[in-house]
T-cell receptor
């Protein structure tokens, strides 16, 4: 089955800095890569996703890049703010395959200091 | 639309007991997935149901089971509880299932503590 590795497990930055979280996946057939944000005591929520036919996607201060050859994808957050502090999970799945689950990485705790 | 609702939110059980958790998906969503969240292990997939049928099952022992009703509500059951079952159990719904759309909408979870 699919295996998703996520690094780093903890990331501390100063407000205004950029943050990068990296994930690798094992199944070359995976074609859907979402990122979820989970604030303390809250539910995970989708913040951005990318499909394998796209190399990069941006939404305001966040962007995701995908390298299919290397089987890795990254989340980039620019101009970080204290409210960006949360646990971020990457995931991978094979959409359209009929039977597929979303496999998550173990998460990255991002701490943004004012 | 109301979001995904999970009950109970918190519960405490002792080893050997069993527990049933409930999940009501977003109206119109036919797929319900269950995940176990523990510190350092992230979100581990338990199972997914679509139109009352189990589509996929994760690598958990047979003590973990689930079902889905005709109204798409789902329950999961854990029998013979062990200390290691202490976790946040998250339910997520999607309109067509992760195989077709990918996006999951999570509930706030049921936090189980086993003593």
């Amino acid at each position: 089955g699919e295996n998703v590795e996520q690094h780093p497990s903890t990331l501390s930055v100063q407000e205004g800095d950029s943050a990068v979280i990296k994930c690798t996946y094992s199944d070359s057939a995976s074609n859907y890569f979402p990122w979820y944000k989970q604030e303390l005591g809250k539910r995970p929520q989708l913040i951005i996703d990318i499909r394998s036919n796209v190399g990069e996607k941006k939404d305001q201060r966040i962007a995701v890049t995908l390298n299919k050859t290397a089987k890795h994808f990254s989340l980039h957050i620019t101009e970080t703010q204290p409210e960006d502090s949360a646990v971020y999970f990457c995931a991978a799945s094979k959409v359209g395959s009929g039977y597929s689950t979303l496999t998550f990485g173990k998460g990255t705790m991002l701490l943004v200091s004012p | 639309k109301a979001g995904v609702t999970q009950t109970p939110r918190y519960l405490i059980k002792t080893r050997g007991q069993q527990v049933t958790l409930s999940c009501s998906p977003i109206s119109g969503h036919r797929s319900v997935s269950w995940y176990q969240q523990t510190p350092g292990q992230g979100l581990q997939f338990l199972f997914e149901y679509f139109s009352e049928t189990q589509r996929n099952k994760g690598n958990f022992p047979g003590r973990f089971s689930g079902r889905q009703f005709s109204n798409s509500r789902s329950e999961m059951n854990v029998s013979t509880l062990e200390l290691g079952d202490s976790a946040l159990y998250l339910c997520a719904s999607s309109a067509k299932g992760t195989a077709n759309t990918g996006e999951l909408f999570f509930g706030e979870g049921s936090r189980l503590t086993v003593l």
